[in-house]
């Protein structure tokens, strides 16, 4: 389970403050798979970055029980002077997984053939997806940050991605960003919509894509 208890997350962007997160409370409980949705800008990476403890709020705090997983689909933890394989083995040592096998997965599951022994700065943002996916993936997390990460990749990827998705989510649950309202109703049971600061809970993840579109619909304000 994991606790938003009075979050708050302001930014100074060209001498204008911006509000990502204005007083948020909220629960995402044990084994839920919640889809996360929101317009472009409305703070949705800063929010999994908050619960990932990358990123500090202003005021107030998260609680969690269970080990939570980096935020998936952001590589920038990756040493860029590192292959792909001695990223994947260093992860394996930080969490306490056996080397062999993590790497064995990842090699497996991102089809970077030859890439996953060349340095991470060569690799394609899609490439650097594919294997933060992978050594996430191979780590049994209780909480998973996935941003977008399922629509990298061909038809025959995207469907390995969401089946290994489905399996470890028969054991943990996820926070799911994607701007794809099909993934979304076939991932997720449950759904929040961030929109001005304000995260809107549903139980029912059809209520939240339906919110989500209505503010999509609407023009918002400069």
């Keep these: 389970m994991i606790v938003l208890d009075h979050v708050t997350k302001t930014f100074t962007l060209r001498g204008r403050r911006k509000v990502v997160a204005d ?26 970055n908050m619960i990932a403890g990358n990123v500090e709020p202003t005021r107030g705090r998260i609680l969690s ?14 040493h860029g002077e590192l292959t792909g394989a001695q990223n994947a083995r260093f992860v394996a040592r930080i969490y306490g997984i056996e080397t062999k096998e993590l790497l064995e997965f990842v090699e497996d ?23 933060a996916f992978g050594v996430s993936m191979g780590i049994p997390f209780d909480f998973y940050l996935i941003d977008e990460v399922t629509s990298v990749g ?6 390995k991605s969401s089946a290994v998705f489905m ?7 996820a926070l799911f960003c994607s701007h ?21 809970m549903y139980d029912d993840v059809q209520d939240a894509i339906e919110h989500h579109q209505e503010n999509m619909a609407a023009k918002k304000p400069a």
Excluded: W
């Design 65 to 78: 029980t269970g080990t939570i997983s980096y935020p998936v689909g952001f590589a920038g933890s990756f």
């Design 180 to 200: 794809s309202m099909p993934m979304v109703k076939q991932l997720c049971d449950m759904g929040a919509v961030l929109e001005d600061g304000r995260l809107t």
């Design 154 to 159: 061909d038809a025959n990827f995207r469907a």
């Design 109 to 131: 599951f991102a089809e970077l053939g030859k890439h996953f022994h060349l340095p991470v700065r060569s690799y394609s943002s899609g490439m650097k997806s594919r294997l």
């Design 23 to 48: 007083d948020i409370d909220a629960v995402f409980p044990t084994g839920a798979v919640i889809g996360l949705l929101g317009r472009n800008g409305a703070g949705k990476s800063t929010l999994m």
């Design 167 to 173: 399996d470890r989510m028969q054991k943990s649950g």
